[in-house]
């Protein structure tokens, strides 16, 4: 149609979606706003110089369309703040945001910490490089199938055959697991021994590859249970380890029993093992944060020492900012922000 200034609003259901927002901008010549709307499309509101866009739109008061940022945020951010954020599905219930919020007030760094929850990983590498994203965590259901989007692993990513964070340096994405960091910092923060400890770790995904490869690290005897068999065998094939099936697990051979499903989290059901069969001897860690779970009821109702999954989750977070801005120590901000 016939216009001084050309506008599209679009929802943004996946990355798709917002790498074909991109592809638009670069295909229009004439004067364009392009925006999408939701989660997933704030950051066209940020980003409007990539677009293209003649201008952007921040609220007043309340937001006027799905994806706004207030007037005061957009003006503190300035045009090419940092943008880092969170990839999984679903996310409703991710505490990251707030914490990495936390973080760049306390460091003054200008930067957005965005969620960006989509049902698939399509074009998320085109959506990375071309928004100038400068990091991502990665969370359920995608830490290993991240890994078929990046150019390089680190040794930690690698080790774990699983990645938790992405960085991008000039356009090259590498993996990184600072789950490990994660893993390991709550049990010191817990004053929990994990070497020469026998480890039953619930779970067979990306979240109990590294909770598998930091007990190892540690110096524990590690054996993993879990619903699924495929996953199972590759984690026993891939780090070495052995593997029980599910619902065959005596806890009663292991001192650790780490959770590392989602189960109290974004799932319901029984766990992969019988957890009635607790005793005080036991050490008790659920990578589950920020709800009240069936494993942390029956560890306090027996008396075990519980490892905190919110320690887990600052102490990885923590890592995670210091790799995309080069700011250490915010542990304690963002466990206090938790």
């Known amino acids: 149609m016939g216009s001084d200034i050309a506008k599209g609003a679009y929802s943004v259901r996946d990355f798709r979606d917002l790498a074909n927002i991109l592809t638009a901008s670069e295909s229009l010549e004439r004067e364009h706003v392009l925006l999408g709307m939701g989660p997933l499309g704030m950051i066209t509101r940020i980003r409007q110089s990539v677009l293209g866009n003649s201008f952007t739109f921040a609220y007043v008061g309340e937001p006027t369309a799905p994806g706004q940022l207030s007037l005061e945020e957009m003006r503190a951010l300035g045009e090419n703040c940092m943008i880092t954020g969170i990839v999984g599905y679903p996310l409703g219930r991710s505490m990251s945001p707030a914490m990495h919020t936390a973080a760049y007030r306390e460091s003054g760094i200008r930067g957005k910490y965005l ?37 390089r692993l680190s040794g930690d990513a690698e080790e774990a055959g699983a990645v938790n964070t992405v960085v991008n340096d000039s356009g090259v994405l590498r993996g990184h697991n600072t789950d490990i960091d994660g893993v390991i910092g709550a049990f010191e923060e817990a004053d929990c021994e994990i070497e020469g400890m026998r480890a039953l770790i619930m779970g067979s995904g990306g979240a109990a590859r590294a909770c598998a490869a930091a007990m190892m690290r540690e110096g524990a005897e590690v054996t993993v249970t879990g619903r699924n068999r495929d996953s199972l065998s590759g984690i026993a094939s891939d780090m070495g380890i052995g593997t029980v099936p599910h619902g065959t697990a005596d806890i009663s051979d292991y001192d650790i029993i780490a959770n590392a499903t989602p189960i109290g989290m974004y799932a319901e059901g029984e766990y992969p093992a019988d957890v009635r069969h607790l005793s005080e001897r036991h050490i008790v860690f659920d990578m589950v944060y920020g709800a009240r779970t069936g494993l942390i009821d029956a560890a306090e109702s027996k008396k075990c020492r519980i490892v905190s999954g919110e320690d887990m989750l600052a102490v990885q977070g923590a890592r995670s900012f210091e790799l995309w801005t080069g700011r250490g120590e915010m542990f304690r901000v963002m466990r206090d922000e938790l």
Request: with cysteine; hydrophobic share 40%.
């Open 115 to 151: 969620a960006f929850p989509s049902p698939s990983l399509d074009l998320i590498e085109e959506c990375i490089r071309g928004y100038g994203i400068r990091g991502l965590n990665v969370t359920v259901p995608y830490k290993t199938a991240m890994i078929g989007h990046l150019d």
